[in-house]
């Protein structure tokens, strides 16, 4: 297999200061990556995120319906930390940044025994209700959903995860896998 090597462009342009029959040859090469010179880039945050939930909402009023955006989103630190939060936007980056500073707003910290949890816990929020089991180490996660997003956020790699409630709404499962995580309690 042989592999080609593109040559620069050669652009021609006429020098009008010398006679018309000698030309001067102009290169042109293409910069990739990187950002323009003197822009300044955005400081990376120290959490991860993850958007479960974006949907279009409406209300009606007089002259029709008004549409918006809801985001759900989780962040987390992968060391014990973890918040959902929700936003309401016009359009949807509006949405996801009320979103992120809810989410930072509504942070918990996790007691983690090496990388599960340290005891059985459950837990109900509105109609979802979720059961959360500790489990040995290279299990792996087994879990579904949101609630595997929450539990990944958190840094919990090894524990066991179900859905028992009556719902299969993203938001309320979260907020089911929060209220449960806040139940823990750290081994002595």
């Known amino acids: 297999m042989t592999s080609t090597i593109e040559k620069?462009?050669?652009v021609r342009t006429q020098d009008t200061t010398e006679a018309p029959a000698v030309h001067r040859v102009r290169t042109?090469?293409?910069?990739?990556?990187?950002?323009?010179?003197?822009?300044?880039?955005?400081?990376?945050?120290?959490?991860n995120e993850k958007m479960v939930d974006l949907r279009r909402v409406s209300r009606v009023v007089k002259g029709g319906k008004r549409f918006s955006f809801r985001a759900t989103l989780i962040m987390g630190d992968g060391k014990g930390k973890v918040g959902v939060g929700t936003g309401k936007g016009l359009?949807?980056?509006?949405?996801?940044e009320k979103a992120r500073n809810d989410a930072k707003k509504q942070m918990i910290v996790v007691p983690v025994k090496g990388t599960s949890i340290p005891h059985d816990v459950s837990a109900k929020y509105s109609a979802a209700q979720v059961l959360i089991k500790p489990a040995q180490k290279g299990?792996?996660?087994k879990a579904g959903g949101a609630t595997?997003?929450?539990?990944?956020?958190a840094g919990?790699?090894?524990?066991?995860a179900k859905c028992v409630?009556?719902?299969k709404n993203k938001l309320t499962?979260?907020?089911?896998?929060?209220?449960?995580?806040?139940?823990?309690?750290?081994e002595k």
């Open 148 to 153: 595997r997003a929450v539990l990944l956020l």
């Open 165 to 167: 409630g009556k719902t």
């Open 173 to 186: 499962n979260a907020l089911a896998t929060l209220e449960a995580l806040k139940q823990l309690r750290a």
């Open 8 to 10: 620069p462009k050669e």
């Open 156 to 160: 919990i790699k090894d524990a066991t």
């Open 91 to 96: 359009d949807v980056a509006k949405a996801m």
């Open 139 to 141: 299990s792996g996660l």
């Open 28 to 47: 042109i090469t293409k910069k990739r990556g990187g950002a323009k010179r003197g822009a300044r880039r955005a400081p990376r945050s120290e959490y």
